[in-house]
Each structure stands twice: as structure tokens, then as C-alpha cells.
């Protein structure tokens, strides 16, 4: 609870995934990839239930396992891949209110961000309750470095390169003069329920953002980004201490 208003955190967690099968059960240093969002849930000052909405029961035993409540899960038609996000947190509040419990605020935490650490939690938490007369949501972004689409190139059918924003190379800014941009990274999602029922998303023109430092910005799409995320975990101390 922040300022006496009550914290919902939710985990997606469906068994379906193309580009890493199986993923949010994959251990990640010995862990399932599911119970790290549940444990930086859990270890926040804030939150007040940590909720998974999944459709399949062994994951469901693995986020009890972790922490996490279930106390239903989510329908077949809402676990597709064409399925919109709003869909199964809107099912996960409605369910729960039918029971009689009601939330402030919803936290949503995805399993592919399993560096997202209570910390963040709760500071963006903060932030959002102190902006609450100019913004409804916080959502976390990473500046685009080595991505910038200054730098972005487009490819004829012969393989030659021409500026994507630029007449031609010897137009390309240096990278230090170029304007700040940032990109969704995914690692932390928080609205009030009263704004996420009425606009059905976390990002609209009341939204204001969570800056995350870029090492905690990986997200595990393929195998690439869990060797990525593993390799980041095993030196994520000597990480901190460089910043």
C-alpha cells in the first residue's frame, strides 16, 4: 500500500511462446523465469497481493512455488497470440473484484524482464503517486544508444546502403550531438486501475516514464537475450558499481 492506496502486481505468464519455447519456465540461475518478477513483487514496500494469470497449471504450481497467489486461470481465448494484453488484466481485475477485492493501482511485471529489482518497483511507484494531478501511468524505457535511428540505414535490392534521416553519410551526426530517444523496454508497467479500465492501456497522453539503466533493459525474446540476460546476472554487481 503507498499512501493508502492498495498495489495489485500481476504476472502474464501464458505457456505459449514461439521465439523461445516454453520460456517463462526456463531456469535462469536455477529459477524459473516466472518467479523473478514474483520475487522483486514481492520484495517491494508496496505491493499489497502479487497475482499470476496464467492458463496452464504446472506454471501455476511454479509461481505458488515462488510466491505468487492463482486464484484462477485465465481462459483459452484469452492466451492466443492475437489476444490483446488489456484482455487478461482486465479478466484478472474483474475476477478479483467479483470477489470483493479492489485495487488502486496495477503493477504489471513480465517474466522476459527478470532484472527489473523491487527497487524500481518502487521508486517509479513513488513518482507516479507524486505526479498524480498530471499523469496516471509510469512505464519504463532505456535510451536508445547503438540503436538510434540516426544512425539506421536503409538497403537497396543490390545491397548498398543509404541513409534512413540523412541525404547522404557525410550528414550523419556525431553521436554525442544527437537528441536523446528512448524506446519501451518493458521492464515495469504501472497504472490506476480507474485510467487503465477507461483508456485500456498503459500508454497514452498521461503516461509518464521510468528511465532504466540500459543493463536492466534486456528482455528475453530468443536465446540470444537469456545468454545475454545470464551473462548480466553473473557480473550484475560489478554492473552496479560502475554506474
Known sequence: MINGKK???????????????MKNIRLLQGKPLLSWPIEAAKASSYVD????????????????AAGAEVPFLRPAELSTDTAPSISFILHALDTLE???????????LEPTSPLTEASDID??????????????????????????????????????????VAENFSQLPRRQDVEPLYSLDGSL????????????AFCHD???????PRYKSFEVDDLVDFICIEAILAQRDIIKNSH
Request: hydrophobic share 45%; glycine share 6%; no cysteine.
Open 7 to 21: 498495489v495489485l502486481a500481476l504476472v502474464p505468464a501464458r505457456s505459449g511462446s514461439k521465439g523461445l519455447p
Open 49 to 64: 497481493r502479487v497475482v499470476i494469470s496464467t492458463d496452464d497449471v504446472g506454471f501455476s504450481k511454479l509461481a505458488l
Open 98 to 108: 467479483a470477489n470483493g477485492d479492489t485495487y488502486d493501482y496495477l503493477l504489471l
Open 123 to 164: 521508486s517509479a511507484l513513488e513518482v507516479l503517486v507524486t505526479r498524480g494531478d498530471d499523469a496516471d501511468a509510469i512505464v519504463s524505457v532505456s535510451e536508445l544508444v547503438s540503436t538510434h535511428p540516426a544512425f539506421a540505414v536503409r538497403l537497396n535490392d543490390q545491397g548498398l546502403m543509404r541513409p534512413y
Open 189 to 200: 508497467y504501472i497504472s490506476t486501475v480507474e485510467a487503465l479500465r477507461d483508456r485500456r
Open 206 to 212: 498521461r503516461t509518464i516514464s521510468h528511465v532504466m
